[in-house]
């Protein structure tokens, strides 16, 4: 089966530093992967998917990600963190066997430092 | 247009009564996903339509859940004689078909709370 781990819980960054979100994930095949954020209070929001091809992916907000298959990562970044990108990310991968469902990781929660 | 909408907000219920929890898709969308956020378990999937039909039940954590969608729209997910572990936001996702990759739009999720 299918699986997603985000090793950090918890990140902190100053505002204006520079972003790294780390997911890993273990699939047989080539995978779907998303990253997703969620603000207090809010459903997720779609920041990028990546399914084939150019293996950097740029999103909204200015968030990009870069697909590795040999290290098995799909890692978001940012270069320029803003304080309203405090929120919790989640990276999911999709199952090809159980319409669409999407499998999360634990979620790092971002906090930005003024 | 309007995003997925899910009623109630919040639901404060105690342990034993039953709820229900209600998803309104965007317009046009034929799947429809329900999801579930705990502090321990993290976002699990629950179940998730074709349409009216739900292929596949499995992901339903026990048979006091259950699910129905009708009308190919509005959805609702009902527990029965609710546990304090089921305290947890239930979240609710639209996507224009049933297609790998096809991105997902979730709504704003309701917060339960069992006593």
């Known amino acids: 089966a299918q699986s997603v781990t985000q090793p950090d819980i918890h990140i902190t960054v100053s505002e204006g530093a520079s972003l790294e979100l780390r997911c890993n994930y273990s699939?047989?095949?080539?995978?779907?992967l998303f990253w997703y954020v969620q603000s207090p209070g809010q459903g997720l929001q779609l920041l990028l998917k990546?399914?084939?091809?150019?293996?950097l992916v740029q999103g909204i907000k200015g968030f990009e990600a870069e697909f590795k298959r040999s290290q098995s990562s799909f890692n978001l970044r940012k270069p320029s963190v803003h304080w309203s990108d405090a929120a919790e990310y989640f990276c999911?991968?999709?199952?090809?066997?159980?319409?669409?469902?999407?499998?999360f990781g634990g979620g790092t929660r971002l906090m930005v430092k003024p | 247009g309007a995003g997925v909408s899910q009623s109630p907000s919040n639901k404060v219920t105690e342990k034993g009564k039953d709820v229900e929890l209600r998803c309104d898709p965007i317009?046009?969308?034929?799947?429809l996903y329900w999801y579930r956020q705990s502090l321990g378990q993290g976002l699990e999937f629950l179940i998730y339509?074709?349409?009216?039909?739900?292929?596949?039940k499995s992901g339903l954590p026990s048979d006091r859940f259950s699910a129905e969608r009708t009308g190919g729209s509005v959805s609702t997910l009902t527990i029965q004689r609710t546990q304090q572990e089921d305290s947890a936001v239930y979240l609710c996702?639209?996507?224009?078909?049933?297609?790998?990759?096809?991105?997902?739009?979730f709504g704003p999720g309701t917060r339960l709370l069992v006593l």
């Open positions: 996702a639209s996507s224009l078909q049933v297609r790998i990759g096809e991105t997902q739009y």
């Open positions: 699939y047989g095949a080539t995978p779907y």
């Open positions: 990546y399914f084939s091809g150019d293996t």
């Open positions: 999911a991968v999709v199952s090809y066997n159980a319409g669409n469902m999407l499998t």
């Open positions: 317009s046009g969308h034929t799947a």
């Open positions: 339509f074709q349409g009216n039909s739900a292929p596949d």
